[in-house]
């Protein structure tokens, strides 16, 4: 019998100090309506200046402790972190999350921008279904307020601070992840992007340590590919949109997540929404939201989850799963 992978166990983490746009005011020439009406974003979780992405990633697991005990992650076997933030080039901040819970496992980082998490879930799909490992710690963790320009309204007043934990095994029919949808083009690099050891992308653009995002572009790319990747992703799993019970996708922005609802013909109590709480925390926002919708009871035995996100790179990624 054909092995199916699927999500074990959740848990979820943001920092305890929020900066609300009515605080932002305060510090650059923007207001609350000008962020709530482009973004929908009400207020951010800020990482203290001590507490980087392997913090935040351990107090994910310790969530995830939590609601599920130690016996959860019993057996893990491969720990991978999606990040945009790690602590160090190396090591890997997985290595960090390997040591700290005393995992007898391999463990590296995932570099896909905000689809990072998906990316990490259908690496552990494969790793689980061709018998690799037995069990993946699957993280997305960020620190994305450390690399903000504050400075830059545009881009500062998007991203908060967060991480998000998933155990991926083996289940048994009919749950599981179904086949994923993965993409990515570079030639939109120059659209969203921070440096790291280079000087400059191959077309040119100048790299700094900071985000630096073409609004325009990144919001066209965005609804264009929610689109096509979710449909696509319920096409792989054999259903159609009416199939889907709850919609989770990266909480980037309120317009692209609903302009994603409305050509999907979904209800608006179908779809998972956080960004208002939390802003954009990259590959920590599905799992984040995910948990939520677990605690306020909205994901029931049997539901279809539908989640997408997209990034820089440009990259994107959706799945559907039971």
């Not at 007043?157 to 155990?167: I, N, Q, R, S, T």
Request: with cysteine; hydrophobic share 45%; aromatic share 6%.
């Amino acid at each position: 019998m054909d092995r199916r992978a699927g999500i074990t166990a959740l848990g979820a983490y943001a920092p305890p100090t929020v900066l609300t746009n009515q605080d932002l005011e305060t510090r650059m020439d923007t207001s609350d309506e000008w962020i709530r009406t482009r973004t929908g974003i009400r207020r951010r979780h800020v990482a203290a200046e001590d507490e980087f992405t392997s913090d935040l990633a351990f107090r994910s697991v310790e969530d995830l402790l939590r609601r599920y005990g130690d016996e959860a992650l019993a057996g893990v076997d491969m720990v991978i972190v999606a990040t945009n933030t790690p602590d160090a080039l190396f090591p890997a901040t997985a290595a960090l999350v390997q040591h700290r819970f005393g995992l007898t496992a391999g463990a590296f980082d995932l570099l896909a921008a905000c689809p990072g998490w998906i990316y990490a879930l259908s690496v552990a799909k494969a790793y689980v279904e061709n018998g690799q490992c037995r069990k993946v710690l699957a993280i997305g963790a960020e620190a994305l307020t450390k690399l903000v320009d504050w400075d830059d309204r545009s881009t500062a007043v998007l991203f908060g601070d967060g991480a998000g934990a998933a155990v991926v095994e083996e289940v048994e029919a009919p749950y599981g992840l179904a086949p994923m949808v993965l993409g990515a083009d570079g030639g939109g690099a120059e659209h969203l992007h921070a440096g790291a050891v280079g000087a400059c992308l191959p077309g040119g653009a100048k790299l700094t340590p900071k985000v630096v995002m073409n609004g325009r572009e990144v919001f066209k790319f965005a609804v264009r590919v929610m689109d096509t990747a979710t449909i696509e992703a319920i096409d792989k799993a054999g259903l159609t949109p009416d199939d889907i019970e709850l919609f989770v996708p990266h909480q980037a922005n309120f317009r692209i997540i609903d302009a994603a609802r409305e050509r999907l013909g979904l209800p608006e109590e179908r779809v998972v929404v956080t960004v208002d709480e939390y802003g954009n925390n990259s590959t920590a926002s599905i799992p984040l939201a995910m948990t939520h919708a677990l605690d306020d009871g909205r994901i029931r035995d049997g539901d279809r989850l539908l989640i997408v996100a997209f990034g820089g790179g440009l990259s994107w990624a959706a799945g559907v799963m039971t």
